[in-house]
């Protein structure tokens, strides 16, 4: 008999099982639920490139491809190892990576300044959307030969055109990324009287801050591709003049290397993105 | 301190929100806005605290605000508005970035303490429930003491056991009577619970219909005995909003 005290409810601390007429008639519900979330296996990826590789390598070794027009991985393998010993992977690498970091960094400072500048002011929106939309889609690259009858035939009309298509980008992730902020955000901070550059430091940077980063991973994209060119145009070192040279020699394996170089230096920049995130944005 | 909202009217565009709203909030004194959707309440509590112009009248401050008062008027937002790349700590000390490091310490234990979050300064808040972030939202609005808080539904985006929870948290809050509150909510229970008067709005465009005064303290509402009074009171505000809330929600459900 339950107590004065809890007359109200009628308790229990487990309810049995329903009991059945028959068994025969109970049958476990059938699981709907599977599918539609494709997730990356750990291996799965560096297991299909190896596969890949290695088929590459017994077809190189078979009578099936001529060498000229596809080198072994092996032989492309030798070919980086010959760039290191003689220090001329150095000599071309240097020369990039000296022309994408200052181009990069020249057009992600401007671009971050004409961004936040597009985001927080009227005027500046109004003057600066109207020259993005306009000079955004020239192809950067085309303008390097006025750029070389401004600047000169030396580093600078290279190194301005990465800074050219790094700007462009940069400026319209961050002005996205200041539009994207939660207006909330701003609206909480202006109720308690906080400073407008507390307000850009504090909200606006931090909020727009992913979508600047992603910008990044485009904009190094972008610095690759224009230095490559900007290379092959104008340039006696570096990893897009090499591999123009390697071309023009037929030197196949020598250019593949070329090609693979660039494509882990693009893996590298992509890891180190990877790892700013990882620290800025351990929030999300 | 008091609020005042004298005549306020506004409109966006051709839109007309509210109309010629009048009422004054004392010292102390917690006052509920409710009224059918879209009358214009959120917008009243903006133009209240200052986020927003209005189109005629003005919301007016008599008075000093308390000695120590860094904001008087202070909102609690319905989503909480917290940083989310600033830790529970870091989202009470924003508003005190003008203090000294001892004093602003000094501060943002004091709040944390009254809502119950000093074990969580450290923490982010993805890493909370809705009604541990709300309770962050609302230490920082204690950290800058304010005279009079400005809650829009801030119970609204939580589960019913959280409202309850939280609910506690604002009777404890504002027992003694230092900080007023206007508090937005469509919840009739939660408006007879907290405030002393409750102002309704009509539908849209909205102004004032009525100001119902709680004739008991919130003390008192507490007692088991006072439940049939507060359920009657309960039921004589929905009468009076039921027709226009039905007529707005066609209104919303048409547009």
């Not at chain 1, 003057?127 to 955004?136: D, E, K, M, N, Q």
């Not at chain 1, 600078?156 to 539009?179: M, N, Q, R, W």
Request: aromatic fraction near 6%; include cysteine; hydrophobic fraction near 50%.
């Amino acid at each position: 008999m339950p107590s004065a005290r809890s007359s109200m409810l009628d308790r229990a601390t487990s309810e049995d099982r329903p009991k059945t007429e028959a068994a025969s008639d109970t049958r476990r519900v059938e699981f709907r639920g599977g599918g539609f979330i494709p997730s990356t296996g750990r291996y799965g990826g560096w297991i299909a490139l190896v596969l890949v590789i290695a088929l590459w390598q017994l077809a190189a070794g078979t009578a099936l491809i001529n060498p000229l027009f596809l080198p072994a991985p092996s032989a492309i393998a030798r070919a980086i190892y010959q760039l290191a010993i003689s220090g001329a992977l150095w000599q071309h690498l240097s020369y990039s990576i000296m022309r994408i970091g200052v181009g990069w960094a020249l057009g992600t400072a401007a671009g971050i300044i004409t961004g936040f500048a597009i985001g927080l002011s009227a005027l500046a929106r109004s003057v600066g959307i109207t020259f993005i939309s306009a000079l955004f889609p020239i192809p950067k690259i085309a303008l390097l030969p006025l750029l070389i009858l401004w600047l000169g035939i030396g580093e600078e009309p290279k190194i301005a055109t990465i800074a050219l298509g790094v700007f462009f980008s940069t400026a319209i992730s961050v002005y996205s990324g200041v539009d994207n902020v939660p207006r909330n955000l701003i609206r909480m901070a202006q109720s308690f009287n906080v400073p407008f550059p507390t307000i850009v430091r504090k909200v606006i940077w931090p909020g727009a801050l992913p979508s600047i980063l992603a910008g990044f991973r485009i904009t190094a994209s972008v610095a690759l591709l224009l230095v490559v060119s900007a290379e092959m145009i104008g340039a006696e070192y570096g990893i897009g003049a090499f591999v123009l040279q390697a071309g023009n020699l037929m030197q196949t394996d020598q250019l593949l290397a070329g090609v693979v170089i660039l494509s882990l230096f693009g893996l590298a920049v992509g890891k180190l993105i990877n790892l700013l995130e990882t620290r800025l944005l351990h929030w999300r | 301190m008091d609020l005042i909202a004298d005549h306020i009217s506004h409109r966006f565009g051709a839109l007309e929100v509210l109309d010629s709203v009048s009422f004054t909030v004392g010292a102390g004194e917690v006052v509920a806005i409710v009224g059918p959707s879209g009358c214009g309440k959120s917008t009243l509590l903006s133009i209240l605290g200052g986020l927003l112009q209005p189109t005629a009248g003005a919301a007016e401050l008599r008075g000093a605000a308390p000695a120590g008062s860094l904001n008087p008027l202070t909102f609690v937002f319905q989503d909480f508005a917290l940083l989310p790349w600033c830790t529970v700590e870091d989202n009470v000390a924003f508003p005190l970035s003008h203090l000294t490091a001892g004093e602003q310490r000094a501060v943002i234990d004091d709040a944390l303490r009254r809502t119950g979050l000093m074990d969580f300064r450290g923490t982010y808040p993805k890493q909370l429930s809705g009604g541990m972030r709300q309770r962050v939202g609302i230490a920082r609005a204690l950290a800058v003491r304010p005279a009079i808080l400005l809650m829009d539904e801030p119970l609204s985006a939580l589960d019913s056991q959280t409202r309850e929870l939280l609910m506690e948290d604002f009777v404890r809050l504002l027992a003694d009577g230092a900080m007023g509150a206007v508090y937005v909510t469509h919840n009739l229970e939660e408006a007879i619970r907290l405030a002393d008067r409750i102002v309704v709005l009509s539908r849209r465009p909205g102004r004032v219909r009525e100001v119902v005064t709680i004739p008991m303290t919130r003390g008192e509402r507490g007692a088991i005995d006072a439940r049939g009074k507060l359920l009657a009171l309960q039921n004589e505000l929905w009468s009076l909003i039921r027709e226009e809330a039905i007529d707005a929600e066609r209104e919303v459900q048409h547009a």
